[in-house]
């Protein structure tokens, strides 16, 4: 059977970074994400038991870049006596560039492949897989607000606030769109090794969860604004300080920021979120969104912007 899953990236307020174990690829902190509603990564799997490996098209071209952690994700899932299969990617947005393209990517192969291959896992089975492939992809089994819980048993995922309940706007500044230089794997375990602040970024993570939950509960716009935007410049202080530094802004990212604090001070309801890339997400109330997004367009060195909503987790499209 042939099946095609969509899922959306999702975007950390409250951040994962850093693990417990690399092995299981389990998080060192929770996390708390807001599932986008128009970037998207669809998936297509395809078993055919005349291929003698899997075979991965990215976008319409061959690509291998990605095909072990694709393929050890299906081994994973499946199992490892399984037949190999074709995977066409599909996503409208850069990848491996800071936007979570893993996470939508894993979260949609997951979905495809369980039902090319008959399976009907829960969600939340389909979550560790996908998490175990790559950490962020667990929270794009899920819409609107998701909380990851890193409890001693593994993860667990949950819905804190459906996109409905309370909607939210994001847009994002696209200010470089090539493959960033360390990919967030590498540059969590740098960061564990290295940077002097990782022990106090974890120490806190638990205390920032807690406001960040409850901002969402009471849909507190400046109490979330104020609690993610400390929780990203944290992380990004503990890369800074790793050797070697890791760095992931450009001059662009830091103006598209100065855009956001100028309109903060004008009364608008707006915060960024940054991840590893040099992208800035503007997370804004939706009456906000067009002024946000002009604003952002006339920041020197921004090339493109996209908006997007908040939307539902990863699903199936197709099977035949
Ligand atoms: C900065 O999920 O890409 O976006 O588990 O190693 O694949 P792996 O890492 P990944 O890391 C995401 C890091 C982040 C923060 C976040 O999304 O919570």
Not at 2 to 18: D, E, F, S
């Amino acid at each position: 059977m042939r099946a095609t899953a969509i899922a959306q990236p999702n975007i950390a307020l409250i951040k994962y970074w850093g693990k417990r174990d690399i092995a299981q690829n389990l998080p060192a902190v929770g996390s708390i994400s807001i599932t986008l509603s128009e970037l998207y990564t669809e998936m297509t799997v395809q078993p055919d038991a005349s291929l003698k490996r899997d075979e991965l098209v990215v976008n319409g071209e061959k690509s291998s870049e990605m095909l072990p952690r694709i393929s050890a994700c299906l081994d994973q899932l499946i199992g490892l006596e399984r037949t190999f299969a074709r995977i066409e990617s599909r996503s409208n947005f850069p990848i491996a560039a800071g936007l979570a393209s893993s996470a939508s990517a894993f979260a949609a192969l997951t979905v495809a492949a369980a039902r090319a291959t008959n399976m009907s896992p829960t969600t939340a089975s389909l979550a560790r897989h996908a998490g175990r492939a790559s950490g962020s992809a667990a929270r794009s089994l899920y819409g609107g607000y998701a909380e990851l819980a890193n409890g001693s048993d593994g993860i667990e995922v949950t819905t804190l606030c459906s996109a409905n309940a309370w909607p939210m706007s994001v847009v994002v500044a696209i200010t470089q769109v090539a493959a960033k230089a360390v990919g967030s794997t590498r540059a969590m375990e740098i960061s564990r090794q290295t940077s002097p602040f990782y022990d106090s970024w974890i120490e806190q993570q638990a205390g920032d969860l807690d406001v960040a939950r409850r901002a969402i509960e009471e849909h507190d716009f400046a109490a979330l604004a104020t609690i993610a935007e400390h929780n990203c410049l944290k992380m990004h202080s503990v890369m800074w300080a790793s050797r070697p530094p890791m760095m992931y802004w450009n001059s662009a990212t830091l103006a598209c920021m100065q855009t956001v604090r100028r309109l903060q001070s004008e009364g608008c309801d707006v915060f960024f979120t940054i991840d590893a890339g040099p992208q800035v997400k503007a997370v804004c109330l939706p009456g906000e969104a067009a002024r946000v997004r002009v604003a952002l367009e006339h920041t020197p060195g921004v090339i493109e912007v996209m908006h997007t909503g908040l939307g539902a987790g990863a699903r199936l499209l197709d099977a035949s």
